[in-house]
């Protein structure tokens, strides 16, 4: 099974939770411009680490710990050595030779587990990739073999909360270094014996024989050079022609340094076993892509884990090359039906070859929310890079148009409008607030504030260009009948706009592609104080849910009662 993302997406604390809830066993390998480390689970436990700072070693660990003296582990490093093709991890050597006990090497190994995790808390960008089928075996991190007959399994939600207080602390005092938690590191090496190093032990007594060439002096950076397509997908591509591999690359990494829009609660699992799908995918989703993985069997304690963090997933099964998927059509259609009933508000989409007519229809008839092409090297060797861009352009177009849907993670999103709204201390803030809610499912809206017997307009959010907010000069007599007095009245309205309403507003901020527009009252202690007005702009329509809006308006309302009502006590109290 295959389990990878990025860090800037899914952060570590997730990516830990996620394996302790679904009992993975394997290695979690994290890597960064910083290098790289591992975290070893079995069974969901956290059993051992690899720091990438090659300093932080369960010796030296153990030794600024005060529960081993320099002595005893330069002993366990001679004694190492000297076993030869025998040797033994070197805490399993210093626990069975008695120079440390098994508790005291517990500790030592939790609290370089919590140090890894801290480090990797620091990193703002980074990779992540279990591999059910490693587990490393080094002197670095594996202390506890199988010979030992001991099962190791430390609390991983304690020692993730540690971490966590760790991270808080040394952020907040500036001491967030490895000499700042562990001291400066002692020069403890491994040698046969204590004989006085020569030049020709260094190499240095040939010195003038070298040759002088200039030294490459980012080698160690190079070894961890951010990720990128082309080196990702290099044996991918193998025997793809150069040129098209290249206008492959180059428009993958273009989509990657796209901007992207932000993250409205939703959240992009992809189950594949396709590299080049992973890469395509992760590249058009930007931060909504959570994850990648191969065990369809198993993706069901990932959704549950994203709706649990408010993220509604859009779930992507990628049906593979016809060869790989053998006898497997029937599970996948089945697999498409048990997501659909297990999880009812979840959209489901599935990649399918040129080919697939047959389970493109019966995809469909599960009720899945679409079905999209995928490649196929197989069916259309000739334009397979080709074909390649054009279907990631779709499938960047669906979740474009997907995130604008207002069934996508829509009580998420309402749930935390409506918290949002009830925190504000001014009427101003509130009647702002609820326009930039109402703003997430029509292009343009105008705050209206009744003044006597006019509206006048306030502040606007896409009236100048999309997205931006700006003061609108406009003042409506409300004189004669119109949908301006109807919903002065007390109630919303969606529809077509009135004569009045593109006479005075259209003709000031340009005629709406659709004629439906939204006008919303905002009430304080039972009296309608101002209106909220949308359009869908150059948009031909859309479908807003008019209902919610409507209880956020009155949410709003009352929000703007209670924050009135304080300022009333206070002045009496003053």
């Known amino acids: 099974m295959s389990f990878d993302g990025d860090l800037e997406h899914l952060p570590i604390v997730d990516v830990i939770q996620l394996l302790h809830a679904t009992g993975k066993s394997g290695t979690l390998t994290l890597r960064s411009l910083k290098g790289e480390s591992q975290l070893v689970f079995h069974n969901g436990y956290i059993v051992s680490a690899n720091h990438v700072n090659n300093s932080v070693r369960i010796g030296q660990i153990l030794l600024d710990m005060g529960k081993i003296s320099e002595q005893e582990l330069d002993s366990a490093l001679h004694e190492q050595q ?14 069975e030779g008695g120079r440390v006990q098994t508790e005291a090497a517990y500790q030592g190994l939790e609290a370089l587990i919590e140090m890894t995790i801290v480090e990797i808390l620091t990193w703002t960008k980074g990779t992540f990739s279990l591999d059910v089928n490693k ?11 199988e010979q030992l007959k001991k099962e190791i399994q430390l609390n991983t939600q304690s020692v993730l909360m540690d971490a966590l207080r760790i991270y808080d602390e040394r952020k907040r005092d500036g001491t967030l270094t490895i000499e700042a938690m562990f001291g400066p590191a002692r020069n403890v090496v491994s040698r046969e014996s204590d004989a006085e190093i020569s030049d020709a032990d260094l190499g240095l007594d040939a010195l003038d024989d070298l040759e002088r060439v200039i030294p490459q002096v980012f080698t160690g950076l190079s070894a961890f050079e951010p990720d990128s397509p082309s080196r990702r997908l290099q044996q991918v591509l193998a025997g793809v022609p150069a040129e098209e591999q290249q206008r492959l690359l180059s428009y993958l990494e273009g989509v990657t340094a796209a901007p992207q829009a932000p993250g409205d609660g939703t959240g992009v699992i992809l189950v594949t076993g396709d590299k080049l799908v992973r890469e395509c995918v992760s590249a058009v989703c930007g931060p909504h892509f959570l994850l990648a993985t191969d065990d369809a069997a198993g993706v069901d304690p990932i959704i549950d884990h994203s709706l649990s963090k408010g993220r509604v997933p859009l779930l992507l099964l990628d049906a593979g090359e016809p060869s790989s998927r053998g006898s497997a059509r029937e ?8 997501k659909r009933e297990k999880y009812p508000e979840l959209a489901v989409v599935l990649l399918t070859c040129p080919g697939d007519y047959q389970l493109n229809v019966r ?23 080709a074909d390649t861009i054009e279907c990631t352009r779709a499938l960047d177009r669906y979740l474009k148009e997907a995130r604008t849907e207002p069934g996508q993670g829509l009580l998420q999103q309402f749930k935390r409008q409506f918290l949002a709204l009830a925190e504000q201390r001014e009427p101003a803030e509130v009647t702002f607030l609820l326009l930039q809610a109402i703003s997430a499912f029509f292009d343009r809206v105008v705050t209206l504030v009744l003044v006597r017997s006019e509206l006048i307009a306030e502040r606007g959010i896409g009236i100048s260009e999309a997205g931006a907010t700006s003061t609108v000069k406009l003042r409506i007599p409300i004189s004669e009948p119109s949908l301006f007095q109807q919903v002065l009245a007390g109630e919303s309205y969606y529809g077509n706009a009135d004569p009045l309403l593109r006479a005075t507003l259209f003709d000031t901020i340009g005629t709406p592609a ?3 527009v939204l006008l919303l009252p905002v009430k304080s202690f ?16 859309g479908a807003p849910r008019a209902e919610l809006l409507e209880i956020l308006a009155l949410h709003a309302g009352l929000v703007i009662d209670n924050v009135l009502y304080r300022k009333r006590c206070a002045q009496k109290a003053g």
């Open 526 to 541: 039972g009296r309608v104080i101002a209106l909220i007005y949308g359009d869908f702009g150059a948009r031909a329509g």
């Open 363 to 385: 995809a469909l008839q599960t009720g899945i929310s679409a079905v999209l092409p995928r490649s196929s090297r197989e069916e259309r060797p000739e334009s397979f890079a």
């Open 135 to 145: 587990i490393f075996v080094s002197d670095e991190y594996r202390y506890f073999p």
């Open 82 to 95: 000297r076993a030869g093709s025998h040797r033994k991890p070197i805490i399993q050597t210093m626990i």
């Open 514 to 516: 659709s004629p439906k």
């Open 331 to 338: 599970g996948l259609v089945a697999l498409l039906q048990q």
